[in-house]
Structures are given as C-alpha cells and as structure tokens.
C-alpha cells in the first residue's frame, strides 16, 4: 500500500471510529436552521471593537468576513495589543468551513519517525489553532481576549466590565438571565458560549459557493486547465495533495474540506518578517511548543502543524504558519523545489552551507517530512511540477474560492435577459 492510501485508509479508520462524519467533533448541532440568541450574541462580540485593550480591536479585524474569515492583508503576522503595534507570531488561519468539522485533539504515541509516518494511525491531529491546542471554540476565544499582541485584556473582570458598557448589555441579562454579571465566572463562560454558537451557527462560516462545489453537484464543468490542476492535486506520484488536503466527498456526500485535520512538519523556511525570529535561540515548533505546553516532551512532534482547509486559500494573501509565503505560486513552487533546490528557500550558515529546515533546531529537522510525496527529491533533480503545471494547480485551487455565482440562477437570469442589464448597469 502507498503511503498515499495508508493516510487516506487512516483517515477514513479514524473518523469513522469517532463516529466523525456523523457527529463533527466541535458540536454536533450545527445544521439546524434557528439561529439560537446566544449565537445572536455572539455575533455582537464577535465583531465589537471594544472589547480590546485598544479599542480598535475585535475577533473580525484579524478574522476579516469580506476575506473568508482570514486575514484582510498580507502581513505574516497581524500587529495588537494596546498600542496595536505589537506583532503576533502566526498567519491568522480562516475560520471558514473547518470549526463545526474539526475532530477533538487526538495523539496516538508512535515510537519512531519512520512508524509515525507509515504505521498510519500514528498521525496527531484535531483541535482548533495550528498546534492543536484547544479542543473547544469556547476555550480558544478566551486566548486572543487576553493575548498580549491581540486583543490584550488583563482579565475576565476586564472583559466583563467592557462587556456591561456595551449597547448589548441588556440583550446579555434577557438571554442568560438578570443576575448573570453577578457570577463574573458564569458570565465569562457564557460571553465564550455565545461566540462559540455564533462560529457553529452561522451559516457565513459555510457557503458550500465555491466553483468546485458546484461542480461536484453537476451544475458547472471545469475548464482544461483546472482538471489539470485537480489531477496534478490527486496524482499520487507528482502532488500527492489530496493525501493531507482530501478532496472527495465524505460517505455521506458531505463536499470535502481539503484537509485531514491531521500534523505535519513540512519544513517551512524561517521568516525574518517575524519580530520573534530575530533571536536566534526562538523556534515555534508548532506541536511541542513555545505556545503548547501539553507535548514538549515528545520530541517527534517538534515542528508540526495543523493541515488547513485549502477552501479560499488562494484569495490569501499570506501562506503557512508563520507567514513565510506572499503569494500562491510561491507556496506551490516550495513544494515541488524545497528539495531540489533548497538553496532558493533557506538561510545559509558556516562556510555558506544551506541550511536546510532552518526554521527548527538542528535535533528536530530529522522530523521534517522527507517521505510523502512531493517531498521525497534529491538536490539537482527535476522538480515534481513544471512553472505550468503549478500555474494549473494554482487554477484549480482558486476554484475553491466561494461566492462563485450561482450556475442554476446565471442561465435563469440569461434566459430573461437579466444578465445583460445588471451588466450595463454595473459597467457604467
Ligand atoms: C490579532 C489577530 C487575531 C484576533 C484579534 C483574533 N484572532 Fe483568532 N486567530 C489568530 C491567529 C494568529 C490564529 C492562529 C493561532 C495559533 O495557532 O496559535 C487564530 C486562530 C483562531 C481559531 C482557530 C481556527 C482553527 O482552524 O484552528 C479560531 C476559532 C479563532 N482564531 C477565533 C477567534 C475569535 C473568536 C476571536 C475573538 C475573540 C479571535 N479569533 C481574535 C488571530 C487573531
Ligand atoms: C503530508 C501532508 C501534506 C501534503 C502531502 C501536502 N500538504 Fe499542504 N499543508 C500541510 C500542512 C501540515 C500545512 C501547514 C504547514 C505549516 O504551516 O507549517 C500545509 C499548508 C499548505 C498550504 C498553505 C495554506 C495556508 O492557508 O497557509 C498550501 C497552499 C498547501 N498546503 C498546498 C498543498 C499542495 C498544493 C500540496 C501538494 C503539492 C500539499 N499541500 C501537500 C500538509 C500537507
């Protein structure tokens, strides 16, 4: 068996043992059509600036809904704090379409590098941040509330006092009852709550718009170019994307999110845009730290992040988890040349030496994935993809891309000539 089937079998083995595509790990809730108060709520703090130490600061600054729920810029990491001015040291990830389908955090021991990467049930994976670290939305809001470089709030008390200042103070005692600030703990815990809801429920984290999902439903055709990409994407000997960012339907038709929720360490080269990164002796090595504590000990996780969603991925302006890549095409050429020419992607050292995996400690690059495809090339030699073919992959991922129109309503609105009105109207 190819490792490229074993991760899928895995894949498959794991979610189904966790009764995954039935019951999405967050909550299993998330399909009905009423939109709780509590998500109301949560949708007011989601996007209310005054909760920050700054004033200037709210979950949707970073998470920007006109950019997926991602970043509104290309900065490797977005500048907080009181003064916002002070830089984080991670990509803000988007929020669409993987918070109601990411599976608790889970972590079988491997013994070795090499049982890690081909006995398949070994794979880390699940829980939301790219380390995996919290295992609810409700736990995970309270980080950038008190996050130095975000939203910055000494504590609970500071929030809850923002929280009762604001035009919805009263809509807050309605839904959790008159005495709720009188508990500051339940208070918070409810505050986190209603995000939580808000981030399940709300169908603006999961349009299912994109080109690619209507052509999985028969209503678009992609062009040549596209299916080139998508088969370059699946081809086990060149790509071998899909091995990590899966792009079949699930059992039950669900359209895919392009990831397995599980941890990888690729390698990606350290970024001097990062502030942290000037001291030399500063590594984020995703899995076993400096953000999670829970893993340090277990040395063969250093270095590994969360597989994301590829869904909107190329309106990003900002690649992988520190940031490093600016453009699409550059991520995609790291993948098929980090190995045949590592000297275009890393630093060098003594005597001018490449220094490859430079962003991680010289003990744990022995931990960077040398095994799945594409990653498997020798210096020297022909990279898995041609400057054309990463520009066919670059093609099908923007398929990806939601707020595609609508087939079914374009031939409609053609029919009654509406197209061209809407046309005239906008060009003028
Ligand atoms: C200063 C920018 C910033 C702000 C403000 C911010 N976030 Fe984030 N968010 C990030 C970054 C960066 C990450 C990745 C964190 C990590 O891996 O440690 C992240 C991760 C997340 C994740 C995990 C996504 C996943 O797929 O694992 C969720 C959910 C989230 N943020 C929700 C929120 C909520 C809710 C708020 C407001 C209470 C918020 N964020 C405020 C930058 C921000
Ligand atoms: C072995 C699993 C694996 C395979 C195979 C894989 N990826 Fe990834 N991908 C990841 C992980 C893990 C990350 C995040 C790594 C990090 O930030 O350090 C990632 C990140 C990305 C990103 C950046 C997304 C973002 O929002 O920052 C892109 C784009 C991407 N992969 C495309 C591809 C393409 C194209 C291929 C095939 C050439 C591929 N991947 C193969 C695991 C994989």
């Not at 999985?216 to 960012?245: I, W, Y």
């Not at 275009?344 to 490449?354: D, E, F, N, P």
Request: aromatic fraction near 12%; glycine fraction near 6%; charge should be neutral.
């Amino acid at each position: 068996m190819s490792f490229f089937n074993a991760r899928r079998a895995v894949f498959t083995a794991l979610a189904a043992a966790a009764g995954f595509s039935v019951t999405p790990a967050a909550l299993a809730d998330t399909t009905t059509s009423t939109y709780s108060d509590a998500a109301a709520l949560g949708k007011l703090i989601f996007f209310d600036r005054s909760l920050s130490a700054s004033g200037k600061m709210s979950c949707a600054t970073c998470h920007s809904p006109s950019h997926a729920y991602g970043p509104p810029n290309g900065l490797a990491a977005q500048l907080g704090g009181a003064d916002m001015k002070t830089q984080g040291t991670r990509a803000v990830p988007s929020l669409r379409y993987v918070l109601n389908r990411t599976p608790i955090w889970s972590h079988p021991q491997a013994a070795s590098l090499s049982e890690r990467l081909t006995e398949t049930d070994n794979a880390p994976m699940g829980g939301f941040g790219w380390d995996g670290r919290f295992n609810s939305l409700h736990d995970q809001a309270t980080f950038p509330l008190f996050n130095p470089n975000e939203m910055a709030n000494r504590d609970p008390a500071d929030v809850l006092a923002k929280l009762q200042r604001t035009p919805y103070a009263a809509r807050f005692r309605q839904v959790f009852g008159d005495t709720i600030f009188v508990d500051p703990r339940k208070a918070f815990a409810q505050a986190m709550y209603a995000v939580e809801r808000y981030q399940l429920e709300d169908p603006a984290f999961h349009p299912y718009n994109s080109k690619f999902d209507y052509y999985l439903d028969g209503k678009v055709k992609l062009t040549a170019q596209e299916m080139r990409g998508k088969q370059l994407f699946d081809d086990p000997a060149r790509g071998n994307c899909a091995s990590c960012h899966i792009d079949q339907p699930g059992v039950n038709g669900a359209h895919p999110l392009f990831t397995d929720y599980t941890f990888e360490a690729l390698g990606v080269p350290r970024n001097r845009e990062l502030k942290a990164n000037a001291d030399p002796r500063y590594y984020d090595m995703g899995l076993c730290g400096p953000l999670r504590t829970d893993q340090s000990a277990e040395k063969a996780n250093c270095g590994l992040f969360k597989t994301p969603s590829l869904r909107n991925t190329a309106t990003r302006r900002v690649f992988f988890h520190n940031g490093r890549f600016h453009t699409l095409k550059d991520a995609l050429r790291f993948y098929v040349q980090r190995d045949t020419d590592p000297a275009k992607w890393y630093s060098k050292g003594a005597h001018h030496k490449v220094v490859k995996f430079d962003d991680l400690p010289v003990d744990y690059r022995v931990n960077v994935d040398t095994i799945d495809e594409p990653l498997t090339r020798k210096q020297g030699e022909q990279p898995a993809w041609s400057e054309q073919e990463i520009d066919d992959v670059a093609a099908f991922l923007a398929t990806l891309n939601d707020d595609y129109p609508d087939p079914t309503r374009v031939a409609y609105a053609k029919g009654k000539g509406l197209v061209k009105t809407a046309w005239h109207a906008g060009g003028r």
